[in-house]
């Protein structure tokens, strides 16, 4: 991974194995704490109230925004953190619970694509208030407008949005 380095306010970091500094280490663990705790409260919101996971959840937005609400394994395993074969196991379980379907690819008869059902558009619709509801409480009223503005900036140092 490239530094960022067209600020012009980026501090000279350390190299390799170098210790991170306090400040460093703290940037650092916190975006990772912060992560871990609002994902793991998204979740369980999720469980209790929809049956369904963080991660079924966001396969299902995936498949249900995608043109014609349907899209390849693969493409779903690249946009998220699972594999192809684990994405392939939640992909099952969410056909076996009638929120999805496989069906042929119109242009390559050899591969599969995952289509949301009528149930999965439902379950997807509910499960969606619940979420970003969650996500609201859970990080974003923690922050001003300005600041989301800037965190918004930051991230895309990361992973710049097409």
């Known amino acids: ?9 980026a501090a000279v970091r350390g190299e390799g194995g170098d210790p991170l500094t306090v400040t460093e280490l703290g940037a650092w663990r916190g975006m ?9 409260r998204l979740d369980e919101e999720l469980r209790e109230r929809h049956g369904m996971s963080l991660g079924a959840y966001e396969a299902l937005m995936l498949v249900g ?13 690249a946009e998220t953190l ?6 392939s196991r939640m992909i099952d379980r969410l056909e076996r619970d009638g929120l999805v379907v496989r ?3 119109a242009d390559d008869r050899r591969g599969a694509e995952v289509v949301l059902t009528t149930l999965g558009r439902n379950r997807l619709r509910a499960a969606r208030a619940t ?4 996500v609201r409480a859970e990080f ?3 922050f001003s407008d300005d600041e989301l503005e800037g965190l918004g900036a930051m991230w895309d140092r990361f992973a710049p949005e097409d």
């Open 140 to 142: 974003l009223a923690r």
């Open 131 to 134: 979420h970003l509801g969650g």
């Open 103 to 105: 069906e042929a690819c």
């Open 65 to 77: 925004t995608a043109p014609g609400r349907r899209m390849r394994i693969s493409r779903l395993s």
């Open 82 to 87: 699972l594999s192809v074969s684990g994405m």
């Open 1 to 9: 991974m490239q530094a960022h380095t067209d600020t012009g306010a």
């Open 32 to 40: 990772l704490r912060v992560h871990a705790l609002v994902t793991r």
